[in-house]
């Protein structure tokens, strides 16, 4: 695994917790916030498995 990979899993999980915290506080910015959060994790893992698997192709 590499930092991208790391970095990227982190940040979709802090964009859970954010949403569902924005969900039961009622705060729709919030809950923007954490989608948002997460999808930035999501590419960033994307991009972090994009180059393990070119880094395993050699």
Do not use: C, P, W, Y
Not at 11 to 31: F, H, I, N, Y
Request: proline share 0%; no cysteine; hydrophobic share 30%.
């Amino acid at each position: 695994m590499n930092k991208d990979q790391v970095k990227g899993r982190i940040d979709q999980a802090k964009g859970k917790v954010r949403e569902a915290a924005g969900k039961v506080t009622g705060s729709t910015l919030t809950q923007t916030k954490g989608k948002a959060e997460q999808v930035a994790g999501k590419t960033q893992a994307s991009f972090g498995d994009a180059k393990e698997q070119a880094k395993k192709r050699g």
